[in-house]
């Protein structure tokens, strides 16, 4: 038995045990699909399928570093095809993740808890970073000091994303009524934009888009709180982790690869970064030394859950998921920590 078809073993072993014990998602079926044998694949080759198809985006910098270095495709060679699909925010995530148009993408928590609740059957097989991503910005030489004072403006945000239920949270721990605020529901570039134009009072954004504000228009931070940032949460769909195992592997492991040699290689971290977002290195480094989270464990479970168990009542408060019942549900199905367990980053070439 090959290194390969050894861990294609574990973690389809190790996937069925933990699927057994978290029982199915309504809709569904009424048990776990087996994992794909490689061999019967019909692919020509060891792995379970030629085409693998995953996210990158600005506000997942170990995404960034995959890409760039190619360490997948050393990994597989020629007989998968990877496939590279940008993420503008989480909420695009979860529309390609549930639409089958990516494998693997990345989101934060709250989004993932977000699309898990309303029926996405996604798993989250990877924690890729604590992230100070989502500020509440307010332009420059605004008279806005607190939250309080966006009682009656108009605050841009992307529903379905961080930055959204980060301000939500804000305005809860603040006593303002949410529908006392106009939420403008923008993407997050179009939301820094209409924030630097005045078409709205305040922002709740997101980096490296908020840094960049910062550094660029005089844009300042209004409010601040790392804890109502939830995690980079890497998601997979059920179907492909029934299916490819193996890949989902592979994925993971790159991902553990990527979160050592960023660490040791922060200043190419930021210049890929500066690169792929088109901002100054200044505000790259803002952003990678500043407000980003690498040194954590990558296994989804019990500091995930906590954070998340506060953001749920709000979804539901806000009308965005329909019951707490949903929400306990999501929490009980979300995490597959199976991937991250076995991660080994030295299967991964380069």
């Known amino acids: 038995m090959t290194a390969r078809t050894f861990r294609l073993a574990l973690a389809a072993t ?10 199915c998602v309504s809709g569904e079926g009424s048990a776990a699909e087996p994992a794909a044998d490689p061999a019967a694949s019909g692919s020509g080759s060891d792995w379970s399928a030629d085409t ?31 496939e590279w699909v940008q993420s503008a925010g989480s909420n695009k995530a979860n529309e390609a993740l549930r639409g089958g148009a990516i494998d693997v993408g990345s ?13 996405s059957p996604i798993r989250t097989i990877d924690i890729y970073s604590q992230p100070e991503w989502s500020a509440l910005v307010v332009p420059a030489g605004s008279d806005i000091t607190s939250v309080q004072d966006l009682a009656g403006k108009s605050v841009a945000a992307t529903k379905g ?10 305005l809860d721990e603040a006593g303002v009524d949410p529908a006392d605020v106009e939420v403008q529901n923008l993407q997050h570039a179009d939301g820094k934009a209409a924030l630097e134009n005045g078409s709205v009072d305040a ?12 550094a660029q ?21 059920q179907d492909f982790l029934d299916t490819s195992p193996d890949l989902a592997q592979v994925v993971v492991d790159a991902y553990e690869k990527a979160r050592a040699w960023a660490q040791e290689n922060p200043e190419q971290v930021v210049s890929i970064l500066a690169e792929v977002a088109g901002i100054d290195p200044a ?26 168990s506060v953001v749920g009542p709000i979804l539901v408060e806000s009308g965005d998921v329909a019951s707490q019942g949903d929400v306990d549900a999501a929490l009980d199905e979300l995490f597959e920590p199976t991937y991250a367990e076995a991660a080994d980053p030295s299967t991964i070439a380069g």
């Not at 989004?111 to 029926?119: D, I």
């Not at 500043?290 to 296994?299: K, M, N, Q, S, W």
């Open 161 to 170: 994303t961080d930055p959204y239920f980060f301000l939500l949270q804000a």
């Open 217 to 237: 228009a005089g844009s300042t931070l209004l409010y601040r709180n790392v804890d109502f940032n939830t995690y980079g949460f890497l998601n997979a769909t």
């Open 283 to 308: 505000v790259a480094e803002t952003v990678i030394t500043e407000r980003t989270g690498l040194d954590i464990d990558p296994v989804p479970g019990a500091a995930q859950r906590e954070v998340l």
């Open 14 to 23: 190790s996937l069925a045990a933990t699927l057994a014990v978290a029982g």
């Open 52 to 82: 693998l198809t995953l996210d990158f985006a600005t506000y997942n910098p170990l995404s960034l570093v995959i890409k760039d270095q190619g360490w997948i495709e050393d990994t597989l060679g020629d007989d998968v095809d990877v």
């Open 203 to 214: 922002w709740s954004g997101l980096d490296p888009l908020m840094a960049a504000s910062q």
């Open 107 to 119: 989101t934060a928590g709250s989004a993932a808890l977000l699309a898990r609740a309303n029926g």
